[in-house]
């Protein structure tokens, strides 16, 4: 099965599906994304991006809510603070490294620190 992502003119997805992999393939076959994007265009209109649960493809597996960054050709989730940054692998960063001591943490944007969870 082959999962598509309908993104908006913002580039942010709106839904994703799952289609057959035949609906993907050339003659031959072979599994192209621009033939299953064309596919799910034919369907429902809008446009679509391929995504892999695995990561293989665009660092993400895309989801309602996430943009889809076409220079760094991946699914980035939303930000989950305003603090946090972006890094190469598209995943997002706190300014602080959350401790590895063992016990839970929940990120405080007021302080930018890492709070002990009761």
């Not at 209109?45 to 493809?57: E, F, H, V």
Request: contains cysteine; hydrophobic residues 35%.
């Amino acid at each position: 099965m082959a999962h598509f992502a309908e993104i908006d003119a913002n580039n942010v997805v709106l839904r994703v599906i799952v289609i057959d992999n035949k609906d993907t393939s050339d003659a031959n076959g072979v599994e192209k994304e621009h033939i299953g994007a064309a596919f799910c265009e034919r369907l429902f209109g809008g446009t679509w991006k391929q995504t892999s649960y695995n990561g293989n493809m665009r660092k993400h597996y895309a989801g309602v809510g996430y943009t889809y960054n076409s220079v760094r050709d991946a699914f980035i989730p939303p930000q989950p603070y305003q603090s946090w940054t972006l890094d190469d692998d598209a995943n997002w960063q706190p300014p602080v490294a959350m401790p590895t001591d063992g016990q839970k943490y929940s990120w405080n944007e007021t302080t930018q620190t890492w709070d002990v969870m009761a």
